[in-house]
């Protein structure tokens, strides 16, 4: 069998040697740069992971509250207490985030004949039946009593591992569906549901636990429910009125945080295009205007935003006034840069063009650049004014107001997660939006390829 | 040709011949109708900006004109005692002004690495700043890698992974760091790994984006010889592809770090520590020194660490820089 590996004589290869001596002799660096690079980052990344705590900081972590967290972003907890009262029965007492009108009929929590309560959990076989002296556990349809004297609520000694016995109180686990806290005075139900509760209108609202169907018949053929307005103002009124997801607020917010934006790259625009000229050093042939214009959009970008922020959160109270002015500081030393570079880079054919037939120097650039840099300049400036819209949130958060703030408040409670993701969604929404706006004018504009 | 262009295009006193003047005609009407577009657009602009200075007006806790003269006032009032007590602040040394107060009692808050030797608390802050900004860089950057082939039409053939690749580091990128960092902080307790983990996932998105379109845009050649060869999927990427895209990957890289700084100092001032809180608080409180020490501080890093990484992106990759600076700001 013949070989298909090419084999050479000797004196080829002391040829092929000597005739490129840069692929058989290469320099350590080259050799082994890799190698070296990739052992000082990982040495780099464990000197870090020690430095920062990150083993002991996730060993200490509060896990079992990420879960819920995390759980609270898609569902929502019904928290009744079921109190033991003096006179033998038991009293449902809702939080002050009570999901249920008052008196409405709740299918998993049912009153009994003897003044105690039913609560479901899923299905019949995982239920509570709360008396006031005894607690009955139904866990896959075995009951387990719970006594309940004046000192102690005690599970009885073959009770599953779902049942647990926490000192003086029992809890008891059902998965997704929720958890019972039994006490000697009350019992702590904690009932889980997918999606959100009350999102469209709140229990006050007269729209409230009326089914999509019920809501489109009154939408559009149904009787005024006021007759003073339509049903359908009606429902935008109480929809944005919604006391709990707060719909008009957030959405305030959120525009003031486009404003920022919107406001801020566009004021940076107006004042970066005139000072790029001033800046470039084929436009003004004076080095020290050059000089001083380059260094004022060096100072105006490396303050960081949330100098300028806090800056003028400090003055101007907070708002999108100091957002307004924080992105625009930043942004016109950055686009003036950009926008100088620009200018640099121009080619000179078509000044010297207008130049040639006597045009004053205004008419020089304004024919012979802007029509050059014009599209490069607002590509720039949509770029700007799409990763301003992100950094508006931020900006927001240290004090500048809009939805930032609103963020920062709602995860402050730990408690509306729920909220948290609506406006994450709403975010998400606005800047995907935004994104593909530009994008379709910027490919317009210069013709390039769009993801 | 002579007749056509005497009768057609000049009249007889060096007027236009009706053809031309037909098409000046034309070319005067374009004008009207461009110049008609241009001028409602800009009518149309200056309207939604006048309403939406107005809106943010009115949306301000104060009002824009009430509180200019505040505002110079914050300016006058908002000056250091004297000019070295910047300095004091900055290396906790101190002060004569000293009493009792938190404004001047700089040298509480220093770093004991022996019994004399200390660091200074703002240096301190900024070194887990620039830190916090370099490792999720890293991180960030590693896992773009990993991602970016999969997000490659010349690559990938199968849309799907494609699509979800991309939808995934479209939702990175635009989701709300505070968020991430947020519910971090609600799990681990306050710290840097919070900031940390919430930028690393906004740079993984920024640069896998990035990362991917240098990816379609290499030269597929040395591609089609390795796959000639019957090279694997793993070894067409490993020599034909990332010796073409690593320059252009390392300065995007260099980009992201200097962004990742800025952030990281955000990031801080809404709960992640370094020298963002510590600047928060000072404005916060009318500490005058301490709040220079910290703008210096942070304009002299963040001036070295730009223009340090301009010179490698340039000896990298020569003038394209200024081209790959557009997508990643």
């Keep these: ?451 | 040709m002579a007749t056509i262009s005497e009768s057609n295009n000049s009249g007889p006193r060096g007027e236009l011949g009706p053809a031309a003047s037909m098409v000046m005609q034309h070319y005067r009407q374009q004008l009207r109708t461009r110049r008609i577009y241009t001028a409602i657009s800009i009518v149309v602009f200056l309207i939604v900006l006048f309403y939406s200075l107005q809106f943010a007006n009115d949306a301000n806790a104060g009002k824009f004109f009430e509180r200019l003269p505040y505002f110079f006032d914050f300016i006058r009032s908002f000056v250091p005692d004297s000019p070295m007590e910047i300095f004091r602040a900055m290396f906790d040394l101190p002060s004569p002004y000293a009493d009792g107060s938190l404004k001047y009692n700089y040298t509480a808050d220093r770093h004991y690495i022996t019994d004399t030797l200390y660091i200074p608390n703002f240096i301190y802050q900024l070194v887990i700043t620039i830190n916090i900004a370099l490792v999720s860089t890293i991180i960030g950057a590693a896992l773009a890698f990993l991602l970016c082939f999969f997000a490659s039409t010349n690559l990938v053939g199968a849309g799907a992974t494609r699509f979800v690749v991309r939808r995934i580091m479209e939702v990175m990128r635009a989701f709300p760091e505070i968020v991430i960092a947020g519910l971090l902080t609600a799990i681990l307790s306050i710290g840097p790994i919070a900031a940390i983990i919430a930028i690393t996932v906004h740079t993984i998105g920024a640069l896998g984006k990035l990362f991917f379109e240098v990816v379609e845009n290499s030269d597929m050649k040395p591609d089609e010889g390795l796959r000639a060869a019957g090279a694997s999927w793993v070894e067409r990427v490993r020599f034909a592809i990332v010796p073409q895209v690593l320059p252009n990957f390392v300065s995007y890289t260099l980009l992201r770090a200097e962004i990742n700084v800025r952030a990281s100092t955000i990031i801080g001032a809404v709960g992640g520590g370094g020298i963002g809180e510590v600047f928060r608080l000072a404005i916060g409180r009318d500490h005058a020194a301490k709040t220079y020490a910290i703008i210096i501080l942070l304009l002299v890093s963040i001036i070295i660490i730009d223009q340090f990484s301009a010179w490698l992106r340039r000896r990298l990759i020569g003038h394209q820089s200024f081209e790959f600076g557009r997508g990643a700001a």
């Design chain 1, 1 to 451: 069998m013949i070989s298909s590996v090419p084999s050479i004589n000797a004196s080829d290869r002391e040829r092929l040697r000597a005739a490129h001596p840069e692929v058989f002799h290469r320099s350590f660096l080259k050799r082994y740069g890799l190698l070296v690079g990739s052992g000082i980052v990982t040495l780099y990344l464990v000197v870090c992971f020690f430095a920062f705590n990150v083993g002991p900081a996730f060993m200490n972590g509060q896990w079992d509250r990420a879960s819920l967290y995390i759980q609270d972003w898609y569902s929502w907890r019904a928290q009744p207490r079921l109190r033991f009262e003096d006179n033998g029965t038991v009293r449902a007492q809702w939080s002050s985030r009570g999901q249920y009108a008052q008196g409405a009929e709740i299918f998993w929590l049912k009153p009994t004949a003897t003044g105690g309560y039913t609560v479901t959990y899923g299905s019949d076989d995982d239920r509570l039946e709360v008396n006031p002296s005894r607690v009955d556990v139904y866990v896959n349809g075995t009951a387990y009593p719970v006594t309940i004297t004046e000192d102690a609520a005690t599970a009885p000694a073959n009770a599953p591992s779902a049942i647990q016995q926490d000192g003086n109180k029992v809890l008891v686990h059902y998965g997704f569906e929720g958890q019972a806290e039994i006490r000697t005075s009350q019992v702590y139900i904690q009932r889980r549901f997918l999606g959100w509760a009350n999102f469209l209108f709140d229990t006050k609202s007269d729209f409230w636990g009326k089914s999509w169907s019920q809501l489109i018949s009154l939408a559009t053929v149904g009787e005024r429910l006021d007759p003073a307005r339509s049903n359908i103002s009606h429902m935008v009124d109480d929809f944005l009125g919604n006391n709990v997801w707060q719909h008009a607020d957030i959405l305030w917010k959120l525009m003031q945080t486009l404003v920022m934006a919107f406001v801020g790259t566009l004021l940076g625009t107006i004042f970066a295009f005139p000072l790029a000229f001033i800046a470039a050093r084929n436009i003004t042939l004076n080095r020290a205007a050059n000089w001083g214009m380059k260094r004022l959009f060096d100072f105006l970008r490396s303050v960081d935003m949330l100098i300028w922020a806090l800056f003028f959160t400090r003055s101007f109270g907070p708002g999108p006034i100091p957002g307004i002015a924080a992105i625009f500081f930043t942004d016109a030393g950055a686009l003036g840069k950009v926008y100088a570079e620009a200018v640099e880079n121009v080619d000179d054919k078509q000044r010297e063009g207008v130049k040639s037939v006597g045009a004053s120097p205004v008419i020089v650039n304004r024919f012979g650049i802007v029509p050059q840099v014009l599209p490069v300049f607002i590509s720039q400036s949509l770029y700007f004014w799409e990763s301003n819209t992100r950094s508006a949130t931020v900006i927001g958060a240290v004090g500048a107001g809009g939805i930032g703030l609103k963020l920062l408040e709602a995860m402050g409670t730990n408690a509306d997660w729920d909220k948290v993701a609506y406006m994450v969604l709403l975010i998400l929404f606005v800047v995907f939006l935004f994104d593909n706006v530009s994008n379709a004018i910027r490919s317009r504009l210069i013709g390039g390829p769009t993801h």
